[in-house]
């Protein structure tokens, strides 16, 4: 019985130093601050200024929640949506699967057999390359969506150089 007892207080512990609520029917969950957020969404549109493209840049929790938003001067007004889009998408598909890109879902939707069950679109999905995961301690706490550059490959180029000038902050 002590045995028992010792065994159930180290987890607790165990639970609790971890950071996780360690009260019945709470739950904790991580973000990034609205200063850091901001930062990220500054540092991604600066990168893509600096390689001439004109873009959004938007971070969302895991609740899809927009925390930070910048459109670039003379970013198109259709790249407001998009970024929030490609954002919301990696934060809600992609811990499911642990995919850190909207390119990885994408590649994985490709590769899906072809199926005869009707797809139904849901809203502010977009399977569109360019949102990468915000990761802290090893887990997903949300998502970094750019759009604007001529491809979404350019858009998630700007997104990682962003995401390592703050990665280090995010631990």
């Not at 001439?52 to 938003?69: F, T």
């Not at 407001?80 to 909207?102: H, I, Q, V």
């Not at 009707?118 to 887990?139: C, D, E, K, R, S």
């Amino acid at each position: 019985m002590r045995l028992a007892f010792l065994a159930l207080m180290s987890i607790a512990a165990s639970v609790h130093a971890q950071g996780v609520a360690t009260t019945p029917g709470v739950v904790t969950t991580q973000k990034l601050s609205a200063s850091l957020a901001n930062e990220l969404v500054g540092e991604s549109v600066r990168e893509c200024v600096q390689k001439g493209y004109k873009v959004v840049a938007v971070v969302v929790d895991l609740d899809g929640v927009r925390q930070a938003l910048l459109r670039g001067d003379g970013a198109p007004v259709h790249s407001l949506d998009n970024a929030y889009y490609k954002a919301y998408t990696l934060a809600s598909m992609g811990p499911a699967r642990n995919e850190e890109s909207t390119k990885q879902i994408a590649d994985r939707m490709a590769k899906a057999p072809p199926s005869t069950v009707p797809v139904f679109p849901l809203p502010n999905i977009t399977y569109a390359q360019g949102a990468i995961a915000i990761v802290a301690n090893g887990q997903t706490i949300g998502a970094l969506g750019v759009s604007g550059a001529p491809g979404g490959q350019f858009d998630e180029e700007c997104a990682r150089a962003a995401m390592a000038k703050v990665r280090d902050r995010m631990k």
